[in-house]
């Protein structure tokens, strides 16, 4: 094949869609390629659409309604009708899209120009009744993808907003460079991580742009993907789009509904017409259910969609995640009664608290939730369970027995294997049950109950979809897991070689002895760091039994006590009567049914727990306890929390938390603890949620030889070679991939030196390049408890110094700022967060100085200062100071006493620096200094860019409108590089 031009691409592309297919047109070609024809293709086509001519006068009310608000309430305008007023005095409803595909008129264009801050030029867009919902940008074949997303996202900052807004009404974004094609939601939030490929019902995806074009660019399928399968998030304001599995999903249910009601009006037998969703574990499972079970909810046979989880925290969480779809869509079920109401169509009320929703009665003073989706419902096991088995409730429930009812269970692994099961299928004698797992229950890791091994099949019956571990870390929606054994492996010169038993003669006095403890535990203080990034990320560590967790935690506390470390550690445990996990699978169903119903038993391990919950309470200034099952309940809330926000720097459990939690910042699980099927992949994949390019892989730190059993796991939950797919190569594999990776960067340049004489930007691209893929490397290497530099092909001084090369890159590209001339580096992503490695800012700066000034010789001076600039050099936070800390070096630290006294020094210095900064910008640009400070103040405190009205309001004199196009972006940079000079890191 002859090499393909971007433009060779993109006219093939057009040309595709504009063809007939089945003699039928789906696209029409039109020349858009401006503001004005956009404006007049817009009048026709929602006339078209709407079946009456609209007039000027009543186009110019429409484009009004359009230019309001921002992407998530533009969104919500093109779901829903305007009312104009019509020349004749009447008023009239405008639609701007159909559900019914026939009704929509779809047009292909390209090359729109839109003038923002600078004239933007987009590929191709797609025109869905004259409105602009799909944009698609490309790249010729052998550049990276993440270009055209990078593109988009300037696109964004420049110009989609201009010229009425229109290409804010764009729903999906497309971005191809031919041979890959991903898309995704209108949601500036998001990161390249969340772009999506197409693919097939059995996962095999649509890479290239005229396959996916084929199936994924027709106008019933964007059609259903903008009016179905795109969800507005109310709380966040965003719009999210749903991968083609949960698609997949959503529709398989829907058709067994359909298949069930067929044969019930045929008069045919229903039996084993449930289903359930095999979809691995952190793969999106709430927006699947939600969109199913707001679908299902249309279906007039329907009476109810009751979505049923088994934890009291899950009933919350998940109604809150489903009235984030829907504002106020469902209650939550706080008591019994307020179930039964909803299951017999009586009033729910609530009472606003904290901004949310709960429920109350009238006589409380609650209002009636008007918005609600009375036919959906999400509910606890344990509530249903009491709405059908008390005689209190059970005589209510009587009039919706018989009711055509459908449930979705969530974790349908965990729930539904006990009496409640059959409790529920006999009351409701007109019922379907759908469920969601990420491990499904088979012969060989079921467990017994009742002298009968069930499995989700004999439950479930079929299942409708699947998407495993294996699809997922293929498509990077989850990451790879990175496991490390630690014990007694006879491994040479290993840090992970520690003398503690893994397994052999399991007794609980052998694999609870103290001594076998403490060195688990200086083990983990000595590797946290590491680990998790310097504490970027967090930790869990699972254990045993409960006397084991409290051994561990007496060990963290008093080795905390000592010096030896700053951890912040928490825990959290059930201190029921049976506190064992015999069945070694992490899952404890006193747990699942208790969280915030602890039972009224008083032992030895509740006053333990009170006793680490009034450490919990000093550390965080709280008030929790386990007297009282709210405050508890709140105690378990508040440390899912802490762990999110990076505030718990080790979790210890024993079965909490290792199943149904989520956490983004949480990469490191240290096990102590013999885990099985699946057990052992709901906890190992509380570290696999992908956030950044730093966290590369969930980090697995075993004090068990659990192998056979990580890999029985995974040939269970995927198939026999799964374990080369989801679990990283050994340390000794990435010391090959590194040096190699080497090798070709030192073939663009050789030394340092030479980067500075590389002949042109494609040069400099192919550098940056190959240093990236060397810092990914670095990267991961650094997690490993055995990397040090001597066993790598470079010095980490030279590391350093190409670091440095590469920053210097970045700083050429980032202070580009002439609008004439285009930069192929611009879109490419530097991936800084790869270079955050260490705890580096101005406090250990500080340190460093503070060695400075003890240094006892000039040689060691001299070595000193060379690697703290080289340290600030390589930092990208710290690289805006290194002018500033060298000149305080240069100027004032010779002048300090001691080295006690650097701090303050220090501090005065840059009080002075910044006056002067401040005042030399404002001398500068014409500014008022004090409206300069008022606005820096403002920055910091809100963590937010400067409006453009803030910016006008430090001018001596406003701008003029043309004026304020270069002027305004010009002064925002410039106080966003004040504000990271002058306080980030401070």
Same mark, same amino acid.
């Given at each position: 094949?002859?090499?393909?031009? +971007?433009?060779?691409? +993109? ?84 639609? #701007?899209?159909?559900?019914? @595909? ?46 055209? #997303? ?10 989609? %907003? ?7 009404? @764009? ?26 490929? %197409? ?23 964007? /059609? ?46 229903? +039996? ?5 969703? %095999?979809? *691995? ?6 927006? /699947? ?39 106020? $869509?469902?209650?939550? /079920?706080?008591? /019994?009664?307020?179930? @039964? ?14 901004? +949310?929703?709960?429920?109350? &009665? ?7 939730? *008007? ?40 974790? $349908? ?23 969601? &797992? ?82 688990? *535990? ?19 560590? $699972? ?51 208790? @969280? ?15 006793? #680490? ?179 790598? $092909? ?20 980032? *202070? ?13 992503? #530097? ?78 210095? %840059? ?76």
């Amino acid at each position: 094949m002859a090499y393909q031009s +971007e433009q060779e691409l +993109e006219d093939n592309l057009v040309a595709q869609l504009a063809k007939k297919v089945d003699g039928k047109q789906q696209f029409e070609k039109v020349n858009i390629t401006g503001i004005e024809s956009l404006r007049a293709n817009l009048k026709k086509q929602l006339s078209k659409l709407n079946g009456f001519e609209i007039s000027d006068n009543e186009l110019k009310q429409i484009r009004n309604a359009l230019g309001k608000g921002n992407v998530f309430d533009k969104a919500k305008i093109l779901r829903d009708r305007l009312q104009i007023n019509k020349d004749d005095g009447t008023a009239g409803y405008i639609r #701007f899209i159909d559900d019914d @595909v026939s009704k929509n008129h779809f047009q292909v264009t390209q090359q729109v120009i839109v003038e923002g801050r600078y004239k933007n030029r987009y590929d191709v867009t797609i025109l869905v009744n004259g409105l602009p919902l799909i944009q698609i940008e490309l790249k010729r074949r052998g550049l990276e993808l993440k270009e055209a #997303f990078n593109q988009i996202n300037r696109y964004q900052r420049h110009s989609y %907003w201009a010229e009425d807004g229109l290409f804010q009404y @764009v729903q999906v974004f497309v971005i191809s460079n031919g041979v890959n094609t991903k898309y995704y939601a209108n949601n500036r939030k998001q990161s390249f991580k969340q772009t999506f490929f %197409w693919a097939k019902e059995n996962n095999n995806r649509y890479t290239e742009l005229d396959q996916f074009a084929k199936v994924f660019l027709t106008p019933k399928h964007l /059609t259903d993907m903008i009016t179905k399968y795109v969800a507005l998030n109310e709380t966040d304001r965003i719009l999210m789009v749903m991968r083609p599995y949960q698609i997949y999903a959503t529709e398989a249910i829907i058709d067994r509904v359909a298949e069930r009601e067929a044969l019930k009006a045929s008069n045919q037998s229903i +039996e084993k017409q449930n289903g359930y969703i %095999w979809h *691995t574990t952190g793969s999106g499972k709430t927006l /699947t259910s939600f969109k199913t079970a707001q679908l299902l909810t249309g279906d007039s046979a329907i009476h109810k969609v009751v979505f049923v989880v088994d934890r009291k925290d899950l009933d919350y969480q998940t109604a809150k995640e489903f009235n984030s779809f829907i504002k106020g $869509c469902v209650d939550g /079920t706080d008591k /019994t009664k307020v179930l @039964v109401d909803q299951f017999t169509g009586k009033d729910v009320y609530y009472l606003e608290k904290d901004g +949310e929703q709960q429920s109350s &009665t009238k006589a409380q003073g609650g209002k009636i939730n *008007t918005r609600r989706n009375e036919k959906l419902i999400v509910t606890t096991i344990q509530k249903l369970n009491n709405a059908i088995s008390n005689k209190r409730y059970s005589s209510l429930m009587e009039p919706v027995k018989d009711k055509n009812v459908v449930f979705i269970f969530d974790e $349908c692994h965990r729930s539904q294997f006990g009496e409640t099961h059959q409790r529920i299928s006999q009351f409701f004698t007109n019922h379907q049950m759908f469920g969601f &797992t990420g491990t499904p229950i088979f012969a060989e890791n079921a467990v017994s109950k009742f002298s009968r091994k069930y499995t989700t099949s004999d439950l479930f019956h079929k299942p409708l979809h699947k998407y495993t571990i294996v699809d997922a870390i293929k498509d990077e929606n989850v990451l790879k897991f990175n496991v490390e054994y630690v014990g007694r492996y006879k491994k040479k010169d290993s840090a992970n070689e520690v003398d503690i038993d893994v397994e052999g003669i399991d007794t609980k006095e052998l694999m609870e002895s103290d001594v076998r403890l403490e060195k688990i *535990t200086d083990y983990i203080i000595a590797q946290h760091n590491r680990k998790t990034h310097s504490k970027a990320f967090t930790g869990m560590f $699972c254990v045993s039994s409960v006397p084991a967790l409290i051994k561990y935690y007496e060990l963290f506390a008093q080795k905390k006590a000592e010096g030896k470390h700053n951890l912040k550690i928490a825990t959290i445990f059930s201190y029921a009567a049976n506190e064992e996990d015999p069945d070694a699978d992490g899952l404890d169903e006193v747990v699942l049914d208790k @969280v915030a119903e602890p039972q009224a038993v008083y032992s030895h391990s509740r006053d333990r727990l009170e006793e #680490f919950i009034g450490d919990y309470n000093k550390m965080f200034g709280s008030s929790y306890t386990t007297k009282d099952s709210e405050s508890y309940y709140n105690y378990y809330n508040d440390i899912s929390k802490k762990v999110r926000e990076r505030k718990v720097d080790i979790l210890l459990v024993v079965n909490m938390f290792l199943t149904g939690f989520d956490s983004k910042t949480l990469n490191t699980l240290y096990v102590d603890k013999n885990l099985k099927y699946h057990g052992l992949i709901q906890a190992y994949s509380r570290t696999n949620r992908i956030l950044n390019e730093q966290k590369s892989q969930g980090n697995i730190i075993s004090f068990r030889n659990l192998k056979k059993r990580t890999d029985d796991a995974l040939a269970l939950f995927s198939n026999k070679d799964a374990k080369d797919t989801v679990i990283m190569p050994p340390y000794e594999e990435f010391i090959k991939m590194f040096n190699q990776a080497l090798d070709q960067m030192q073939t663009i340049a050789p030394d340092t030196a030479s980067i500075d004489s590389l002949e042109d930007e494609n040069a400099e691209l192919e550098f940056i390049k190959a240093f990236r893929e060397l810092m990914r490397l670095r990267n991961v290497l650094s997690t490993f408890a055995d990397f040090k530099f001597d066993d790598v $092909c470079i010095q980490e001084q030279e590391y350093e110094d190409y670091k440095s090369k590469y920053l210097d890159l970045y700083d050429k590209v980032k *202070t580009n700022t002439a609008p004439e001339k285009e930069s192929i580096l611009e879109e490419i992503d #530097f991936e800084l967060e790869l270079l955050a490695m260490d705890e580096v800012n101005v406090a250990y700066i500080l340190k460093l100085l503070s060695k400075l000034k003890q240094s006892d010789s000039d040689e060691e001076y001299q070595q000193q200062y060379k690697a703290l600039m080289q340290t600030i050099g390589g930092d990208p936070e710290l690289r805006s100071k290194q002018e500033l800390i060298d000149k305080f070096i240069q100027e004032n630290l010779p002048d300090v006493q001691s080295a006690e006294e650097v701090d303050d020094a220090f501090a005065a210095y %840059w009080e002075v620096e910044k006056e002067k900064a401040t005042q030399a910008m404002a001398e500068e640009e014409h500014l008022i200094p004090e409206n300069v400070k008022e606005l820096v103040e403002r920055m910091i405190f809100s963590n937010q860019e400067p409006l453009r009205e803030d910016i006008v309001a430090t001018m001596e004199k406003p701008p003029s409108v043309l004026q304020r196009k270069k002027v305004i972006p010009r002064l925002a940079e410039k106080f966003k590089g004040f504000v990271n000079t002058f306080y980030s890191g401070m």
